[in-house]
């Protein structure tokens, strides 16, 4: 009797299964002994170099056309939540309008695992290109908005470009990382972020004040600038390593990456707690405890200014001495810091924010390497899944922090993120080793 189609198509997926994701299907089983170490305990493998991947030099330049990209993308981001007061008045917004203009802005993130299995597969580097101009586009011109749909139409696509541009970018910056790197390269994309978010509001409030909103479209020169660097600086830049073999299904590769997802998530959400929204309450915080106007501004610069040096120290420490040992070190330190600042007034309790936000944000860059290297055949769809699951517990813990506020106090509040960051740090050793240290 002939085969049906259903039967050859069981065939063929059998085949690839046993060829592409366990050739060992056709070798004798190893023998397991009492003294065979456990899988989360074995060192991650370090990502192949194919003798045609393009040389250090080239790498090294791609990761910073990138980071710059992502700074001129994340700027214009960050222009919304000063520019807020302004278009409700202009537009009789209520409270609700105006929050919602901001979700609807991050709402295209939950597209970002899509994107990172489409990148895995295809050439999208022309999307993270074209991104910090798109986004600068939407966003320059929010003001000519003539009510609150066209605006929201705006948001809308601004995020739909920068949900693209986190989703393929952070492999690009990585894809031809020397072995042991990797955490370089993710430092220097988290880095370029928070230099946009730092800078972003400061330049477009002075811009407003010296002339006017009708201003705004001047910073579409940077974005433009932006994409023109990493065109120039892309092109010869493979979007996949050669040398790395082609990517698994997706629902294979999401079962790969789950034994490095779980104590990450709890982690993410622990931290999230205490930094994500200390970013959003600081100077509330600081207010409450007797502070003046002038110290909750200068508190704020500083926590952001130690993040963003804390974000190049971690990533490049880590390919040093070890990804577990970094994020444990931050899981430790970073909430007896809080608790100092909480406990201190004045420039004490400055030097000890600058302190939290130093070791705090030496998790960020770590946490995206680990994910990288625990699926190196899908590296964009791990780091979407992770980027799109950090937006929505950072979005869940600045919401259930200000409840707490609302209820206990905000100290308290970020007493209780503080606990639960020392009670997750013991999940740390569930994370997989690191490649063998990069000491050159």
């Not at 390269?185 to 730092?198: I, P, S």
């Not at 993040?307 to 120290?313: D, E, M, P, R, Y």
Request: proline letters at 7%; aromatic letters at 8%.
């Amino acid at each position: 009797m002939p085969h049906t189609g259903t039967t050859w198509r069981l065939r063929r997926k059998a085949i690839y299964y046993a060829v592409h994701v366990h050739p060992c299907f056709f070798q004798e089983a190893p023998t397991i002994s009492p003294n065979t170490p456990r899988e989360k305990d074995l060192p991650i493998e370090p990502i192949p170099r194919s003798p045609d991947a393009a040389p250090a030099s080239s790498a090294g330049g791609g990761a910073i056309a990138i980071s710059v990209g992502h700074a001129a993308n994340d700027m214009y981001v960050s222009l919304l939540p000063p520019l807020l007061p302004l278009f409700a008045a202009n537009l009789g917004l209520s409270h609700t309008q105006a929050g919602m203009l901001s979700l609807l802005r991050q709402l295209p993130a939950l597209l970002q695992p899509v994107l990172g299995h489409l990148a895995d597969r295809i050439d999208l580097r022309y999307l993270v290109i074209l991104a910090p101009t798109i986004t600068g586009i939407m966003t320059s011109f929010l003001h000519l908005s003539p009510n609150y749909m066209v605006m929201v139409l705006l948001l809308t696509l601004a995020g739909l470009s920068t949900s693209a541009f986190h989703a393929i970018a952070p492999t690009l910056a990585t894809n031809h990382a020397q072995t042991g790197s990797v955490g370089r390269g993710m430092a220097l994309w988290v880095f370029g972020g928070e230099m946009g978010f730092t800078i972003g509001p400061l330049l477009v409030v002075t811009l407003v004040q010296h002339w006017s909103i009708n201003s705004m479209p001047v910073l579409l020169v940077l974005g433009l600038a932006a994409s023109v660097y990493m065109a120039v600086r892309l092109r010869t830049v493979p979007h996949r390593d050669m040398g790395i073999s082609r990517p698994l299904p997706w629902y294979l590769a999401l079962s790969q990456v789950r034994s490095v997802m779980l104590p990450l998530t709890y982690l993410t959400a622990a931290r999230s707690l205490a930094f994500s929204a200390l970013s959003s309450y600081l100077p509330m915080l600081l207010s409450e405890s007797g502070a003046g106007l002038w110290l909750g501004g200068a508190s704020l610069t500083v926590y952001q200014a130690a993040g963003s040096l804390g974000v190049l120290l971690g990533g490049s420490l880590s390919d040093r001495v070890g990804r577990r040992e970094i994020i444990l070190g931050s899981m430790i330190l970073s909430p007896l810091f809080l608790f100092a600042a909480l406990a201190l007034n004045g420039v004490g309790q400055l030097l000890a924010l600058a302190a939290v936000s130093l070791v705090g944000f030496t998790f960020t860059p770590v946490a995206l390497a680990i994910v990288q290297e625990s699926s190196i055949q899908n590296r964009a769809l791990a780091t979407s899944v992770y980027l799109s699951l950090s937006f929505l517990l950072q979005a869940l813990a600045t919401a259930l922090v200000g409840a707490l506020g609302d209820w206990i106090g905000l100290a308290s509040a970020f007493r209780i993120g503080a606990v639960t960051l020392l009670l997750g740090s013991p999940l740390t050793f569930l994370l997989p080793k690191s490649p063998s240290p990069n000491r050159s």
